[in-house]
């Protein structure tokens, strides 16, 4: 990867590598390339064979459906009425949409884009303070990930073996509370320091006003309601849930105006591109992840740490640094389908939940969205608003600051993930 290949493509060659090494003890009469060629059509068979992943396309499409649309526009104006008396005011409007938005699209860069587009453009003219504007919506762009639906919790959930929708579920609170981490962030900055707002930006909508503004937010919560209602009611799986998001998504297109033969197209093939893009990782990563079993490797890491005799605590820190560390060269998906099959049964073994490590991997995930020198977040903000990197890693850091509180906070309090999906099954 440091040489620059593809990240798929390294990790095949990595495989094929570790195959070609461990020949020397096969028998003769087996053909280490014949070997080699069963072991990869079985990875690719197993990884891509999966109703489950069947969403991925689907939600994938769904955001590129948005992302066209006028939805952020809308959320903006919907929003912008019920945060004029807030400590912040109008800096609340990057967490409130990106959380609300998160919800419909599942992707950490779709959700930075969109909201970015229209918010930060509209606090510049405002004249809000540049840096608290770009921070929060770094910060709260990656929620994405986090608030359902999410792609990586589907790639998750299918390798792990996982329920997609306890994972879904599972992921509200801990979403809900790194949204209100930011949000009470910036209210004690704006508290300290009043002149990061506008003091001209007063606007004294009457509580009729803001009512009637509320139409706007209609169209979003009309698709967190067909798609995570079905869910969390049991009445969909997330693949059919999915796909009722794409019609709903093609609807408002219709709706806003959006909908021409340009745009669909552009959102199939994106779609199309990205979907390719995930399984060509998944599949590399699973042959990878099928030949460190065949040679042993994984089990000679998870003997070698059990003799360590590390507390569950200390093996957390040690795995919260190493996914810190690759935060800053890999994407998200790669490090969960490069790391996934030698780490997971490391955390079982240790006696943690795999739905609770799940929430925890995503987190890690976010991180590595603004994490330099790969945080994709990162350089979706600086196209969008023009400005250094520097400068935005600056405006980032006490976000990724408040990401890291997260983490502290999920690994004293399991409960928080347990506690939602515990409720809906108990019904």
Not at 149 to 159: E, F, H, K, Q, R
Not at 238 to 260: D, H, R, S
Not at 284 to 308: E, H
């Amino acid at each position: 990867m440091l040489a620059g290949l593809w990240i798929g493509f390294s990790l095949l060659a990595s495989a094929m590598v570790g195959m070609l090494c461990y020949h020397f003890n096969l028998p003769p009469t087996i053909s280490i390339w014949s070997k080699m060629g069963d072991l990869l059509a079985n990875s690719i068979w197993n990884s891509m064979n999966s109703w489950s992943l069947t969403a991925l396309p689907l939600f994938i499409l769904m955001g590129e459906i948005l992302y066209r649309t006028d939805i952020s526009s809308k959320l903006l104006n919907g929003l912008l009425p019920w945060c004029d008396k807030i400590p912040g005011k109008l800096l609340h409007i990057n967490v409130i949409a990106c959380s609300l938005f998160a919800a419909v699209s599942g992707s950490s860069a779709a959700t930075t884009a969109t909201v970015g587009k229209i918010t930060l453009d509209e606090l510049s003219k405002r004249g809000y303070d540049k840096k608290l504007a770009l921070g929060s919506l770094a910060g709260a762009g990656t929620l994405g990930f986090l608030i359902p639906p999410s792609l990586i919790m589907i790639i998750y959930g299918v390798l792990s073996d996982t329920s997609i929708g306890k994972l879904f579920i599972a992921g509200i609170l801990p979403g809900l509370l790194l949204a209100s981490l930011y949000s009470g962030y910036i209210i004690l900055k704006v508290s300290l320091n009043p002149n990061l707002v506008p003091e001209q930006d007063n606007l004294n909508y009457s509580f009729r006003e803001k009512l009637k503004s509320s139409k706007e937010l209609f169209p979003v919560l009309f698709l967190i309601l067909i798609v995570l209602g079905g869910i969390y009611l049991g009445y969909t799986t997330p693949t059919e849930a999915a796909a009722i998001g794409v019609v709903g998504a093609y609807f408002l297109a219709f709706c806003f105006k959006n909908l021409n033969l340009t745009t669909f197209k552009e959102s199939l093939l994106n779609a199309v591109k990205t979907t390719s893009m995930i399984c060509f990782i998944i599949f590399c990563a699973a042959f990878l992840s099928q030949v460190v079993g065949f040679t042993g490797i994984a089990r000679a890491i998870s003997t070698y740490i059990a003799s360590l005799h590390l507390s569950k605590y200390t093996l957390i820190l040690v795995l919260g640094l190493m996914y810190l560390f690759l935060g800053m060269l890999l994407d998200g998906i790669s490090i969960v389908v490069m790391t996934l099959p030698i780490v997971l049964p490391i955390i079982i073994t240790a006696g943690f939940s795999p739905l609770w490590f799940g929430i925890f991997l995503v987190i890690m995930v976010e991180l590595a969205q603004i994490t330099p020198p790969v945080g994709f977040s990162l350089f979706v903000i600086q196209g969008i608003s023009g400005e250094d990197l520097s400068t935005i890693l600056k405006a980032t850091f006490p976000f990724f600051c408040l990401m890291i509180i997260m983490v502290i906070i999920l690994t004293a309090f399991p409960q928080l993930v347990f506690y939602l999906p515990q409720k809906m099954l108990a019904r």
